[in-house]
């Protein structure tokens, strides 16, 4: 059980915002338990807190800016980066401006200074949430691509290809959030030559310098546009060499660029508000493409919540077989309707039902159209959930399950030949005197198809 995360003492950085040109001073502080990551604006009347959450992002045009009331703060992907790379789960950010310092344009300054600070573990446990199932998320006009794959650890797989001579395509993984501090914090932000001319017209990278970020050149421009970016980045002179960057500007690592597109990455979905647990493979991402993603994700975890979708578990795992299963319960054919356990614990029990066609109640129910019967769903339901109630006893060989009353039964979908059901119970109350009272939801394919709530008694045989 891993423990939630702050700092120690507070900490300031100063510098000057990419975009909007201010200088800004932030200050990074400790904050308690539950508290998240939050920014509060000190240069505003009332110094508002604006969250780190997805639920706030209001713009992703060359970085990630969030707006609540009215109030902005702009470009944190690299403060999130450096935050969740180091898994700070709490801290309160001051700003005195409406933008994070560039800095020298990655996430090594923001290391630097919560290292500085150190890290102190708090009396809290850190919450994961774990993809159930593989998730994607296309977008054809970026040619963007991004899945996340259900994993008991955090992963961050990237590939980039602009379709450039200069920049070639490249890849970056970190596969431990160790490898973060010294392998991806860093890469720093880049740019083509030719979008530079877009991002001033646009009144952007106002605080842009060849010292935040690295140029990269196609084609070698006239010596009067060189001149004009040399008065521009208030530089005596800038110039193209051999490296295809402005002022030769040596790269740091062979694939700095596809490390920092996984930085950002990595600061993007830290707005989903806790961390995942997931191999996430990206295709040429950018924010945009990140904070839709992340939107998916946050939404998940949301039906999660409410019970809308069915949280991680294990299908690949068997606690007890069909074989074990028959130890257990009295039923047999045509009546035993699970044919696995994955996982059981005091209080919850997880079971699965492989829906064929060969099962003998499509004979009847429909010809035509074979539905699995809600009867024998909540049926599988029960078995599953008797499970878990004989197990409680240490000579359940001696007794039977019996129903003594179903409830809240609602259908959500049919379920077909070719589903395959997992049935999750909870507990709702200790098992006393053979009283089992559980909640059940059915899933199909991550979805709810069925939910009861039923209780039953262990009865003791007769003779035994």
Known sequence: MEKQQTIKNPVSLAGIGLHTGTNVTMTFRG?????GIQFKRIDIEGQPLIPADIDWVADTNRGTALCKNGVYVHTIEHVMAGLAGLQIDNVLIELDGPETPILDGSSKPIVDAILKAEILSQDAIREYF??????????????SELMAIPDERFRLSVSIDFD???????SAQMDDYAEFADQISPARTFVFLHEIEHLIEHNLIKGGDLSNAVVFVEQKPSDEKLESLARFFNKP??????????NNTELLFVNEPARHKLLDLLGDLALIGMPIKANFIAKRPGHTSNIAFARKIKQ??????????MPYVDLSKTLFDIHQIMDFLPHRYPFLLIDRIVEMSDNQVVG??????????????FPDNPVMPGVMQIEAMAQVGGILAMNSV????LYTPYFIKIESVKFKQKVLPGDTIVFILKLLSPIRRGVCHMAGKAFVAGKVVMEAEMMAQLIKNEGA
């Open 300 to 309: 998940l975890i949301k039906d999660e919540k409410a019970g809308k979708a």
């Open 394 to 397: 240490d000579d359940y060989r």
């Open 352 to 365: 699965l039902k492989n829906v064929t066609m060969n099962e003998p109640f499509f004979t009847g129910h």
């Open 130 to 143: 774990i993809i159930p199932s593989v998730l994607t998320y296309d977008d054809a006009e970026r040619k």
């Open 164 to 170: 450039s001579k200069t920049l070639v395509t490249q």
């Open 237 to 246: 002179e800038v110039k193209v060499n051999g490296s295809h960057t402005l």
């Open 31 to 35: 904050a308690e338990p539950g508290f």
